[in-house]
């Protein structure tokens, strides 16, 4: 099985700053990206942010200039630095790998989700 373990997550005023942080684990055979979406009520989870291992990064244009996405290959794990914090940024942020993975004798071609962390904007 494949584990996302996201960090960072919190209550910031507008203007503020936050990095939020994505670990992969467990039987990983290849990734294809590793990136961030967001999630608000009532509408469908968006990308914010993804990058490849080889370090292509595309960002959602609501984004781009504030936010900057990075890794640590080594450690399989992916950062979302979050500057310039508006309200309107205000969701559940979520961690996916699109790659795949190990089951038992097969490779597994999926996307993994993690469990997702709140980031509110509010004064």
């Known amino acids: 099985q494949v584990q996302l373990e996201e960090s960072g997550g919190g209550l910031v005023q507008p203007g503020g700053s936050l990095r939020l942080s994505c670990a992969a684990s467990?039987?990983?055979?290849?990734?294809?990206?590793m990136g961030w979406y967001r999630e608000v009520p009532g509408k469908q989870r968006q990308l914010v942010a993804a990058i490849t291992p080889g370090g292509i990064a595309n960002y959602a244009d609501s984004v781009k200039g504030r936010f900057t996405i990075s890794k640590d290959n080594a450690q399989n794990t992916i950062y979302l630095q979050m500057n310039s914090l508006k309200p309107e940024d205000t969701a559940v942020y979520y961690c996916?790998?699109?790659?795949?993975?190990?089951?038992?004798?097969?490779?597994?071609?999926?996307?993994?989700w993690g469990q997702g962390t709140q980031v509110t904007v509010s004064s």
């Open positions: 996916n790998l699109e790659g795949q993975g190990i089951t038992g004798a097969l490779v597994t071609t999926a996307d993994y």
């Open positions: 467990g039987d990983i055979f290849s990734i294809k990206s």
